[in-house]
């Protein structure tokens, strides 16, 4: 079973509602076309209250909106941050809170390290999204 991967593609499939948006379920070597997201395994948890199967688990969404530093990137981004937004991050996740079956429930979403990202080639505006989940089977 690659119950971390089947999460992450749940994720994946939350994130392509959201138009435009490129989203990897896997790092990338490069990201050519923004807006973009790469979903990264952060951290996982075996609690002992559910026993057998259960995990729990943050994934990071590390979101890009654009390679220009600019006023309008971030209020860009804005638009991505704003729960209110029809193409809010955190309105995307929270359509399926299971994300198709494969959790219990998403725990938590928050977002960290808004505004100008360091990459490879440049600089990027962008946030991290860093999801919460629980899967007691």
Known sequence: ?????????????????????RVHNQPVDSVQELPA?????????YPLAF???????????????DSAVKEQAMRTLDTYLHPGNGSAVIRAIYGDDSLGTTVDQIVSVSAENIGVRRLN?????????????????
């Open 121 to 137: 080639d440049g600089d990027a505006i962008g946030a991290d999204f860093v999801v919460r989940w629980v899967r007691s089977s």
């Open 1 to 21: 079973m690659a119950i971390v991967t089947d999460i992450k593609n749940g994720l994946k499939t939350r994130l392509e509602t959201i138009t435009g948006i």
């Open 37 to 45: 997201c790469i979903i990264l395994t952060e951290q996982i948890g």
């Open 51 to 65: 026993g057998g199967n259960a995990m729990e688990g943050q994934l990071r969404i590390v979101f890009l909106v």
